[in-house]
């Protein structure tokens, strides 16, 4: 009794054909993932140059209210007096 080749050359084609189609959509995934990923990436580097934008404008903000001899808490009053205003 021998092996007949040509019976396992058809099913072998088939799953390597398959394993093929597998591998092209793992890629895809792949790169669409990598996509999102420098997505947010930019998305982080915008948020802390926002935020270092922020820290350097609370900081020339307490600077000029030392010049004016505003309190820290005396600002902090005024702005929620501000707010209930805004509110009505």
């Known amino acids: 009794m021998g092996l007949r080749y040509t ?3 058809a099913p072998l084609v088939k799953a ?3 394993q093929q189609k597998e ?3 793992l890629k895809s995934q792949l ?3 990598e996509k999102q990923i420098n997505a947010f990436e930019a998305s982080i580097q ?3 140059s926002e935020k270092s934008e922020v820290t350097s404008m609370k900081e020339e903000l307490e600077k000029i209210k030392k010049v004016l001899g505003v309190p820290a808490c005396a600002a902090v009053s005024a702005d929620r007096e501000v707010n209930l205003k805004n509110k009505k």
Do not use: C, S
């Open 46 to 48: 915008g948020l802390k």
């Open 16 to 18: 390597v054909q398959e």
């Open 23 to 25: 591998i092209e959509a």
């Open 31 to 33: 790169l669409a993932r």
């Open 7 to 9: 019976d396992f050359l």
